[in-house]
């Protein structure tokens, strides 16, 4: 998760929403990614897809079923899709997300028993860490927008 969390900051640093995400094959990272949504203007270019794309290149498979992934913050349902697709078979991941998070908070989609595919969850590994550096982020973000709006009023000379 320590990695995931170097990833993140990585994202954080140039301006994505700080989430990272590593996929593990025999104790060995083989895949690596973070979010950039924002360089890439792609809505598929989570920390996520980014690194399971690398993991399936690195093993010559889309299938990774004795792999495991990190990921800082819970997977949204187009990541858990592709979790479920690529047969992963253990997710590890920090902070729950309340708005989006499709494997505890809204919905369960990685042990759904109608799935061909359940995969083992593990939540809340280092949590403070990976939750500390989303909520400074938008912080961050909320404090640029409201100095922007209270920004000094332009006089015309009049």
């Known amino acids: 998760m ?16 700080p989430v990272g995400a590593v996929v593990v094959f025999e104790n060995r990272i083989i895949g690596k990614g973070y979010n950039r949504r924002e360089s890439t203007n792609s809505p598929l270019s989570h920390a996520e897809i980014e690194a399971i794309v690398e993991a ?4 010559g498979s ?4 004795e792999c495991e992934l990190y990921v800082t913050l819970e997977p949204c349902i187009m990541c858990s899709g592709a979790i479920i697709q690529s047969r992963i078979k253990r ?10 998070g499709a494997v505890r908070s809204l919905y369960d989609l990685l042990e759904d028993s109608r799935l061909n595919h359940q995969v083992e969850i593990v939540e ?4 403070d860490e990976c939750s500390s550096i989303l909520t400074g ?4 973000i909320r404090e640029r927008q409201k100095n922007k709006a209270s920004g000094p009023e332009h006089s015309s000379g009049c």
């Open 91 to 100: 997710l590890i991941f920090g902070a729950r997300d309340p708005k989006a």
């Open 137 to 140: 982020f938008f912080k961050e």
């Open 2 to 17: 320590n990695e995931a969390l170097k990833l993140a900051q990585t994202a954080r640093d140039l301006g994505e929403v």
């Open 124 to 127: 809340g590994v280092l949590v």
């Open 56 to 59: 399936s290149a690195s093993l």
């Open 62 to 65: 889309w299938r990774l079923e």
